[in-house]
Each structure stands twice: as C-alpha cells, then as structure tokens.
C-alpha cells in the first residue's frame, strides 16, 4: 500500500490509471477506521481494479461546538488496517491542501438537507458536499463506496453526484453492527459501559419499526408511536429526531407505500448518535 | 468534426481520450459564434491533443427579466465556423441533461462574485459555477479556455476549479474587438447603428484610462473621473458600474501599484454590455 499526502500526487496517479484503463474504487473516510469502513473496502475492490482510500477529519462539516477537535484519530493505526484489509492507496491529505488559501467555492444541495440532521447541524452537509466534491475531482474514480450508516449523507452525496454529472457510481452499504446491535462508528470509541446501554435503545426502535412494518402496520403515526415507546425507556437518552421518510427523496410519509427509511438522532451525556433502517 | 448531444457519450469520449492518454482541449460556449470564440479554439488547439467545444445558453445565468429566451442562436452557422475552425468535438446538450429531474445541487463562488456584475445579476454566477462545474466533471478536460471579455466570470471560474482541485488549467484570453474598437459579442447583433455608437464609448474610456495609467497615473479616483468623462458624452448610456480593481481578487483598489484592472457594465437602450481591460 502507498501513502499519498499531495493533491498533485493524487491528479497523477488518476491520469496514470485512466491511461491503463484501470477502474478506481475510492473510499472517503475520516479514520479511526472499524470494520464498517473496512467493508467498504471489500465492497470497492469487487467493483474496481484499484482501491484508493481517504482519511481526511475535514473540519468544514463540524460545527463550532461540534467534536472535530477531539473526533478519535490513530493514523498509524488507520495504516495497518487499510494495508491488511488491500487498499491499494491512501490519500491523507491536510487542511491547507484540501483548503487552498482563500478559498471560496462550496458545493450546495438544498432540498435534500433540509430535514433530519440538516437544522441541528447547520453547515454541516455543505461541508460535506464541498469536500466530497473536492476529493472527487483530484482522484475522478469510477465509483464511490459510503456507509448506510450516515444515510441522509449517502443520499445527499448521490444526488450532488448525478446533478454535477461526475461519471461515478455511488454504492451505498448496510450498515455493520456489533452482536448487541450497535451500528460501528469511530464515535463509539466515547462510550462507557453505562452509556453504551442507553444508545442500543436506538438500534432497538429502529429495529422494532421494521418488524411491525413487515408484520403489516404501514401508518407512519403508529410507527412512530412505537419507536418513541422504546426510547422513552433510556432514562438518559434525549431524542433529536426519531423520523420516517421516502427512502430517495427524504420527505416525510404518512403512510409507508414505497421504500422508506426510518432514522433517529439521539443525544447520550453530549454525545451525538445517529442510526437508520431500511422499511419496505 | 462529431457532434455530441448526450452525457453518457461526453463521459465515455472523455474515458477514451484519457486511455489513449490525449489531453482534452476545452471551449465552452453559448453559441452564436464569433471570432473571439474561434480565438479560444485557436489556444486550444495550443495546448492540447483534442478540441471539444459545448454550445449551451445556460438558462440559470440569466435573470428573470434578462434575454435568455431572445439570446441569439444559429446551431447550423455554429456547426459549420466550429468544424472550419478544426474543432474535434462539438457537445450541444439538452437543457434536460445538463439539469436532471429532481436536481438541487449548486456551486457557490462567495467573495469574487460579491462586487461587480454580481450585485446588478444576482444568481448568474451561481449558474455560471454551477454549469461550468456540469461541463467540466462531465468531460474531464486539461485545458479549458474562457476569453477575458467576461473578466469577472474568468476569475470566478479560475477560482472554482482550483479550489475544487479539478486538474484542470483554466486559460484566459484577451478580447478580440472589431476595428472600430468593440469587444466582440454575441450581443453586438443587437445593436443598430446609433446604439453601437454609444457602446463605443465604453471602450473608448476603457482605453483612456489604460492610456493614463500607461503615463504615470496611479490614482483610483483620477482614473475614475477620466473614465466617467468619456461615457458621461454617450447621451443614451446609462451606466451601472465602472471600477479600477485587483486583477485578481476583483478587490477595490485606490492606488495602482500591482496588476489591476478596470471594468464597466452600461446599458444601451436597455440593452446590457460589460468590457475591461488591463492596468499594468
């Protein structure tokens, strides 16, 4: 595995790999990598020929009383795991380089951010758009593996994707879980044992949701019911957003008659978690 | 020369020429050509292997009252000056593929577009980024050339690609003007003989004050009041701005003392046109 910290590195490399025809396989990451982003390896090299990975904790999508600062980094770590798993390349660029000096340009969806986390987290998918765009067009892969975890991201990400035009296929992956249910995150490094306990209530809505709409129940009120039921049994956990929506577009539903997806934020002791699941 | 209409062609032409390692030459256009855009293919062919040059009148650059519908267009006269002038690739998409059903993705300059035209054209910018940033993902060009005519445009652009870090050289060309002194345009067509001497006047003034500053004059203000002079014998002008700023970041400037630049946007008959030109 090569390490690659320059953008001009990166342009190169993709021009030489397009020249030998070869298809890249990009995995955007922040580090602190756990098996969830390591399955996204697995998923790129089935779809390309080179897997070039990013670990970049990129501060334009925290917001100023958000945990950039203090977000888990083990870059050496990160290495070993991304060398073992077959990545190919992994791109570490810094601030300044991903940020050239006075920079100005953004990279905006609208509607699509304007539910679920986009008014608790202003900013924060602007952040993501400009830099996912940015790393889209020094590498310019073939495809683009992300996580189902941060799902509103995914969709957000695959239409900016097809809006700009960018020859690349976004391929979204169910989320990984620990045997207990906890959907993996590099921000479960916070947890303790206690708190743990109080975040698998929201694994645990999610899940009953799905069960009752495959036993049938396709009102969205009652659904909500439910899940608000269970949360309310985490004497600590302080719901954000427990909410249904159309699996695309992200609008809110009355009545489950097409793909959707059900998603909650939750606060445990400060700490920000969110999960998601497939309803169909 | 081949013309293209589709996306999915674009990117397969622009996947070919990258295996066979050619570098893309790029002009993008609204049409209705003239010499100062057979010009840019000239410095095209300069710099690279193919010429690929789009004609698409962008109707997001266009304000509600502006003349996106009465713009003028002549694809057969555009076809045969492209194909004479030895461009490889003419790219005329729909405006249905350039914006998807559903699509809500925009790419924002900030500072660079704040003063200037950007004021009096609120939301042309924003569509000309954002297009340019369709056309340029779409076809994955090396070169791209854009003539100095529209300055501010040309600094926006420069500035978006290098901030989205497209491997992309983004070249400026200087204006070509007709004998008499006016900056080639579309636009000209519109003009009927009184009113093209009153457009005149605007790169009268534009001269004097390059003249001035050619002979010593350093002071903004001077420069102003010289260029003032001239437009105020244009009976029928109205202006809307005349400015002396950094060649670069468009910033005001009140002394001459690196390059600059002086920009004036009138109207003639309620008919809009913009010209600049170089203080060194």
Redo the contacts between chains.
């Keep these: 595995m090569k390490i690659i910290h320059s ?1 001009s590195e990166i ?1 190169q490399l ?2 030489d790999l ?4 070869k298809r890249i396989g990009f995995v955007p990451t922040m580090g602190f990598l756990h098996e969830g982003h390591l399955s996204l390896v697995n998923v790129a090299k089935q779809h390309s020929d080179v897997v070039v990975m990013s670990i970049f904790v990129n501060p334009t999508q925290f917001g100023p009383n958000e945990d950039y600062d203090s977000y888990p980094r083990d870059a050496e770590r990160d290495q070993k795991l991304a060398a073992e798993r077959g990545v190919d390349y992994l791109w570490m660029p810094e601030v300044s380089q ?3 000096k ?11 951010t304007r539910g679920l986390c986009g008014p608790f987290r202003p900013g924060h998918f602007m952040g993501v ?1 400009t830099i996912v ?3 889209f ?2 590498l ?1 892969p073939q495809i683009a593996v992300f996580g189902e975890k941060d799902y509103q991201q995914l969709q957000v990400i695959r ?2 994707a ?6 690349i296929e976004i391929i979204g992956v169910p989320t990984l879980r620990d045997e207990d249910g906890l959907a993996k995150s590099s921000r479960n490094v916070y947890l303790n044992e206690e708190e743990r306990k109080q975040v698998l209530y929201i694994s645990q809505a999610i899940k009953a949701v799905q069960q009752a709409v495959k036993k049938g129940e396709k009102q969205v009120q009652k659904l909500l019911s439910l899940g608000k039921d269970i949360l309310a049994q985490a004497p600590d956990l302080q719901l954000e957003y427990l909410e249904i929506v159309d699996a695309e ?1 992200l609008q809110k539903l009355e009545v489950i008659q097409r793909p959707a997806r059900v998603l909650i934020a939750a606060y445990v002791n400060h700490k920000r978690f969110i999960d998601n699941g497939a309803l169909t």
């Design positions: 953008i342009q993709s021009r397009a020249q030998e025809g991903m940020y050239p006075g920079e100005q340009t953004k990279v905006v969806v609208t509607e699509l758009t765009a940015k790393l067009s020094a310019q239409r900016m097809k809006d700009l035009l960018m020859p577009n």
